[in-house]
């Protein structure tokens, strides 16, 4: 299961992502960006992976696809710090 909530800091836009990144709900997680970023164009976006436990093969793709667009990926886990270190790579 995943949830995903926009928030908006005052910063920029958020995405807080908790639970697993992973098969059915990657594609629910894209859509919710690509509709974000087309409503909000050049508005600085991140998402916070804070409580996400898991991401998948296809999440990590995902995920690599949003950092290469200026996406700021966080978070506070050993697990999903080392993801984003990979991916920043």
Known sequence: MLRVTVED???G????VEGRLAGAWVPELEACWRRLSSQSP????TVDLTYTEFVDLAGRYLLS???ESGVRLSASSPYIKTLIAEIGK
Do not use: D, F, I
Not at 13 to 16: A, N, P, W
Not at 42 to 45: Q, R
């Open 42 to 45: 050049g508005v600085a976006l």
């Open 9 to 11: 800091p005052g910063t």
């Open 65 to 67: 696809l949003m950092h």
């Open 13 to 16: 836009l958020r995405l807080k």
